[in-house]
T-cell receptor
Framework: DQQVKQNSPSLSVQEGRISILNCDYT??????FLWYKKYPAEGPTFLIS?????DKNEDGRFTVFLNKSAKHLSLHIVPSQPGDSAVYFC??????????????FGKGTLLTVNP | ETGVTQTPRHLVMGMTNKKSLKCEQH?????MYWYKQSAKKPLELMFV???????ENNSVPSRFSPECPNSSHLFLHLHTLQPEDSALYLC?????????????FGPGTRLTVL
């Protein structure tokens, strides 16, 4: 059973507009959330994260919002640029005991930003 | 070389072959990871190594055998694989797995099992 869900496999937006990528999770033990971006033929790269004690984290054009009661987070990119076109993975983390933090990923959303 | 490198980038093997995937990180990290990404599925954690010691085996079949000779190198030895093992295998590293340290990924090895 998928614990992290990205229900939109793809999203297309116009350059300069806002991109909103959504992610839902089911495990209330998750306490840290991340977004990764992946270009073709490259590994995922870290984009932005948020701790469960916060509801918003902003880094330049990227903002992540967390709604714990709804078990939902979203990534806002504004303004969107063609170079943002990539697959975006939502990931959630929890302490799995001992010294480990396990990352659980969603399937990803392909964002296409059209010039 | 910088970051996390993986070789080979592509691998085709038969079910009776034995092959190995290699990962090297140049970031001075202490933790290394193997992930598997099958088509239409999310990335799945396979193994975690912390200071060369395996600290996590996510119920991975024994036909996958990891090896971590030092904190910079991680191998995944493959033998008698099945066609359903065809996937993208990603290596990652982080400073310390006991925290929320960012994981840095390599480009992956695209494995096809015939």
């Amino acid at each position: 059973d998928q614990q992290v869900k990205q229900n939109s496999p793809s999203l297309s937006v116009q350059e300069g507009r806002i991109s909103i990528l959504n992610c839902d999770y089911t495990n209330s033990m998750f306490d840290y959330f991340l977004w990764y971006k992946k270009y073709p033929a490259e590994g995922p790269t870290f984009l932005i994260s948020i701790s469960s004690i916060k509801d918003k984290n902003e880094d330049g054009r990227f903002t992540v919002f967390l709604n714990k009661s709804a078990k939902h987070l979203s990534l806002h990119i504004v303004p969107s640029q063609p170079g943002d076109s990539a697959v975006y993975f939502c990931a959630a983390s929890r302490n799995s005991g001992g010294s480990n933090y396990k990352l659980t990923f969603g399937k990803g959303t392909l964002l296409t930003v059209n010039p | 070389e910088t970051g996390v490198t993986q070789t080979p980038r592509h691998l085709v093997m038969g079910m009776t072959n034995k092959k190995s995937l290699k990962c090297e990180q140049h970031l001075g990290h202490n933790a290394m990871y193997w992930y598997k990404q099958s088509a239409k599925k999310p990335l799945e954690l396979m193994f975690v190594y912390n200071f060369k010691e395996q600290t996590e085996n996510n119920s991975v079949p024994s036909r996958f055998s990891p090896e971590c000779p030092n904190s910079s190198h991680l191998f995944l030895h493959l033998h008698t694989l099945q066609p359903e093992d065809s996937a993208l295998y990603l290596c990652a590293s982080s400073q310390d797995p006991g925290t929320t340290d960012t994981q840095y990924f390599g480009p992956g090895t695209r494995l096809t099992v015939l």
